[in-house]
C-alpha cells in the first residue's frame, strides 16, 4: 500500500452486473463524504474524504463504460480475464491510500450515514480491527451477516441436505442469531459484502487469501485477524442493502464448487488435515446421494427438466471435490 492521504477506500469487485454497481455507486455519492477522484478533485463538499476503487473483472455488460461515463471519480482497473473476487480485492488494497478499506459488493446500496458512522466507530475503538454494518434485504428485513468461527458440526450442517435436521443450536452458534439485529457487539467474523477494517490490520496480517477463489476468504481474513489480537465487531446501528448473490448465481456449478472447496481449505488451514479428509469424505456421499436421489425422482417423471440440470451440477461438483480441481 501507499502512504494513506484519504480517511477511507472503498473497494469493489464487479462482474456483469452494470445497473446494480451504478446503484451502488449513486449510494456513495450521496453519502456525507468527500469523493477523491483519480487525479486528486474533490467531489462533496463536506465529510471524510473517500476514494472508490472499481476492479472490473472481465465484463461481458457495460459495466466498463458505465463506470467511465457516469462515474468519473472512481479508480477504474479493469481485468481481461475474470480473476476472481479473491485475487480481484487483493488488487484494490495494495491500490488503496485510505487510513480504512472498505469491501463492498457491488449489489449493495450504503445508507447515508453508514461510512461516517463505521469511520467512526473504528476512530474511537483502536483495539477493533474490523467492523461489519446491519445488512438489509431488498424489502427492509434483516439479513444475516455476524457469524462465529464454524466447528466441525457446522461444517457438516451448513448449507448442505442435512440444514434442516441440525440441531438449533448448532446454527444458532454459528449465525449469532442470539444477538441482537441492531445490536453492536463483538463476533468472530462479518461476511465480506460490506467490511470495514483499518489500515493497520492489512499491513499487519495482509490480503485475501488467494486459495479462496469466492467464499470464506472474509471468514479467512476475521479468522487471521482475531488471531493478531484485534476484535471484530458487528455494528447494527448501521446499515447497507444488499441484494444478495448476483454475480455468484450467474455461474451455479462453479458457485457450488468454490462455496464447498472453500469450506474445506478453511478447516485444513485450522481444524488440520485430517478433519478436511474426513469432510470431503462427507461432502462426496452427500452429494453422491443428492445425484441418486435426483436422477430418482427424473425417472418419476417429477421436474424431469430440473432434476436433470441438479444431476449435472451435483456430477461436477462431486469430480472437483474429488479430484481436487475447479472444473472438469
Known sequence: MQSPLIDLSIIIVSWNVSGLLADCLDSIAAAPVRRT?????LHGDSGPSVEVIVI????????????RDRFPWVHLITETTNIGFTRANNI?????RGRCVFLLNPDTLVHKNTLPALLDYLDTHPDVGI?????LN???THQSTRRRFPTVWTGIFESTWLQGYAP???LTRFYASDLPDDGTVDVDWVQGCALMARRAVYDQIGGLDTG?????????????????GWRVVYAGHTTITHYGGKSSEQVDAPRHIYFQQSKLRYFQKYHGRGVSFALRLF????YGFQIIQESGKALLKNKPAMRRQRVTTYLRVLWALASGKREP
Open 37 to 41: 477522484a483519480p487525479d486528486g478533485t
Open 56 to 67: 472490473d473483472s472481465a465484463s461481458q455488460d457495460d459495466s466498463v463504460a458505465v463506470v
Open 92 to 96: 484494490g488494497l495494495a491500490q488503496a
Open 131 to 135: 467492523v461489519g454494518p446491519q445488512v
Open 138 to 140: 431488498a424489502d427492509g
Open 168 to 170: 438449533r443450536r448448532v
Open 212 to 228: 479462496y477463489v469466492m467464499y470464506s476468504e472474509e471468514l479467512d481474513w476475521c479468522k487471521r485477524a482475531r488471531l493478531a
Open 283 to 286: 461432502l462426496l456421499l452427500s
